[in-house]
């Protein structure tokens, strides 16, 4: 036994518009083809689907609760339909995205709930890294587009986005009890710091003139260790706004401007990216805060 979707189309039809009749008017189908798909498939399944009352077809039983499985079967056929459909205009099932871990969390977070309205049968690959670390997917073919404060020699990309980084710690950190700190004063305190996420070409950044540091990989743990009052760091001001807001951190109070900023650049890896990709790139540009990208 073998039923085929064209069948349960036809049998959906005489039900939903009342009628062989009206069935054929409403799929472009003749009466006798529609007439006989479900005499056909009612004697492959050994079931009586439908009863004529007058010129009515009544649903049976049976057939009402094989009728509302044979819906999912239908939709579903027809989403596979237009994700086929889609698929051979071009658009990409993945787009794999890698950013530093300094892009603003909430803003991609954003940006990736935009772009799953547009392109919901795409699936999102998203990779976090530090400095270098999204170079070498870059290198390796292993990423669409790129978000990075270090671009690769030779590689060109468009500035969407200025982080600034400030030097906080905990209010209960002896370091606030201090007024007017200059550098020297910061090197006999604990900081944390992040590690290039590369294996190659490891490189640091900021200043990094403590004796004693403490060295992590994820920005959300250095984050941590400061607001235990563990170490100070340079954090990015996205990050941190909200403890700043609400004291939990605190500025250090430094006698002179120590903040640094990052510039974070978006890079697409082919020179002819499908329309998701493309896509994608447009709405992390505009989630940037630079309002022209350089």
């Not at 669409?144 to 990309?157: F, K, N, Q, R, W």
Request: a negative charge.
């Amino acid at each position: 036994m073998k039923t085929t979707l064209e069948q349960w189309r036809m049998f959906k039809a005489v039900v939903d518009h009342g009628g062989y009749a009206q069935a054929a008017e409403a799929i472009f189908k003749s009466q006798s083809t529609i007439s006989y798909g479900v005499h056909k498939l009612q004697e492959q399944l050994g079931v009586t689907l439908l009863e004529i009352e007058g010129r009515k077809a009544i649903l049976t039983e049976p057939g009402r609760l094989l009728l509302q499985r044979a819906e999912n079967l239908l939709n579903q056929a027809e989403c596979l339909d237009q994700l086929a459909g889609r698929f051979r205009q071009g658009v990409e099932p993945i787009v794999r995205l890698a950013t530093d871990m300094i892009f603003p969390s909430e803003r991609l977070f954003h940006v990736l709930e935009q772009f799953s309205h547009e392109f919901p049968d795409t699936r999102i690959e998203l990779e976090e890294f530090v400095l270098n670390g999204g170079n070498e997917m870059l290198e390796q073919g292993e990423i669409d587009l790129l978000i990075t404060s270090a671009l690769p020699m030779g590689v060109s990309g468009a500035a969407i986005h200025r982080e600034r980084f400030m030097p906080v710690s905990a209010p209960t950190h002896p370091l606030q009890q201090l007024s007017e700190l200059d550098f020297s004063d910061l090197t006999h305190w604990r900081q944390v710091v992040l590690r290039d996420s590369s294996r190659k070409h490891r490189q640091d950044a900021g200043w990094l003139g403590s004796h004693q540091r403490w060295t992590v990989t994820h920005i959300n743990t250095s984050l941590n260790i400061v607001r235990r009052g563990l170490a100070f760091a340079w954090l990015p001001e996205s990050r941190i706004q909200e403890d700043l807001q609400s004291g939990l951190l605190q500025p250090l109070p430094m006698k002179n401007e120590a903040s640094r900023f990052e510039e974070l650049f978006l890079v697409t890896a082919s020179l002819a990216p499908g329309p998701a990709t493309r896509h994608l790139a447009g709405l992390l540009t505009a989630a940037g805060n630079l309002d022209t990208p350089r």
